[in-house]
Nanobody, 121 residues
Framework: QLVESGGDSVRSGGSLRLSCIAS????????MAWFRQGPGKEREAVAA???????EYSHLVQGRFTISRANAKNTMYLQMNDLKPEDTAMYYC?????????????????WGQGTRVTVSV
């Protein structure tokens, strides 16, 4: 089970930190990722990380967002800085990729319920 938290409404330029707690797993998942789905848009990748801390980012958030893992706590974070209105979306945590597909939403088998982020001008 994956449970996200930390979503909120902020002004443009603000920051938020999202958390995803994984429970029911006997060991840290190799790949975990953040995805988002904005109003009227398809789900898109934000960032992914393996359990050694290697990360990949969407070009849309590169340099503004940072993904991190706390394996001892079975927790993943997404630090989001310099938020823009186009970052407004429901943000989802995902785990268990079928193969080595880091940023492909279709590859992930386990999803959280999402946490909403709204960025106003």
């Amino acid at each position: 089970q994956l449970v996200e938290s930390g979503g909120d409404s902020v002004r443009s330029g603000g920051s938020l930190r999202l958390s995803c707690i994984a429970s029911g797993f006997t060991r840290p998942r190799y790949l975990m990722a953040w995805f988002r789905q904005g109003p009227g848009k398809e789900r898109e990748a934000v960032a992914a990380s393996d359990n050694d801390g290697k990360a990949e980012y969407s070009h849309l958030v590169q340099g503004r967002f940072t993904i991190s893992r706390a394996n001892a706590k079975n927790t993943m974070y997404l630090q989001m800085n310099d938020l823009k209105p186009e970052d407004t979306a429901m943000y989802y945590c995902a785990a268990e990729s079928r193969g080595d597909y880091w940023l492909a939403p279709w590859a992930y088998q386990i999803w959280g319920q999402g946490t909403r982020v709204t960025v106003s001008v």
